[in-house]
């Protein structure tokens, strides 16, 4: 017995008593919630079996949340990560959105998806833009991911500047040749609201450029 998603996996039934992919997912889109809960365990405890019915039900339907977190989970190789570059690419900010706050950690052929990643910081969505600063270091510690984490220092966006900051800590001794623009930023008392929060908390950008350059002079120190 192990956990997944907070319940309990059993041993897989019998094929004989076993619905198919094709049976589990029919009219799982008009279900109530707690139909579709059934649905979405029914296939966790399958694991990878189910990565393919689930991948192309994501593809249809790439606003259902719970659907997109379980396929996140158990799908792996080159059409996996074709599909996530695929979602990433979406025209609608909230399924990519979606996928960014689902990446699995460590994600899948980062070096795929981290252009893809680059490329949402000049999305006109500032939350699209706070969400990549975030998931960058993720990706890569990289010269690259530090100058266009650098360039997001002074976003139009609060949140994507203090996004951009706290990414930059995270990159440690490559982010090193943007200690002298936190710095500028050190002073800064402007307060940045979190959504993200349970509280909604503010946070001081000042505050977290000087953490962010504690991180990496502790890092370049090593």
């Known amino acids: 017995m192990f956990e997944w998603f907070g319940h309990k ?11 198919s992919l094709e049976e589990s997912l029919v009219g799982v889109e008009t279900a109530t919630p707690d139909q579709a809960q ?3 365990l029914d296939l966790a405890s399958r694991g990878s079996d189910a990565a393919a019915g689930l991948r192309a039900y994501v593809q249809r ?31 609608d900010p909230a399924v990519v959105k979606r996928v960014l706050n689902a990446l699995p950690s460590p994600p899948p052929a980062p070096q795929r998806l981290l252009p893809v ?7 006109a969505d500032a939350e699209l833009r706070e969400l990549a600063c975030f998931r960058l270091p993720m990706l890569a510690h990289s010269d690259e991911v530090a100058t266009a984490l650098s360039a ?6 609060p949140v994507v500047q203090f996004a951009a900051v706290t990414a930059l800590g995270h990159l ?8 002298p623009a936190l710095r500028q930023l ?5 307060s940045v609201s979190m959504d993200f929060t349970p509280a909604g908390d503010t946070i001081c950008l000042g505050d977290a450029a000087q953490t962010a350059i504690r991180r990496i002079e502790r890092s370049s120190a090593r």
């Open 117 to 123: 990643v680059l490329a949402l910081l000049q999305d």
């Open 186 to 190: 050190a002073d800064c008392r402007d």
């Open 172 to 179: 440690g001794t490559q982010a090193a040749r943007a200690v």
């Open 152 to 157: 997001r220092l002074d976003d139009s966006a």
């Open 9 to 19: 996996r059993r041993a897989a039934r019998p094929a004989a008593e076993r619905h």
């Open 38 to 40: 059934a649905v979405w």
């Open 61 to 91: 339907r790439p606003g259902d949340a719970e659907p997109l977190r379980l396929w996140l989970s158990v799908d792996s190789g080159e059409d996996f990560v074709v599909a996530i570059v695929h979602l990433l690419q979406h025209p």
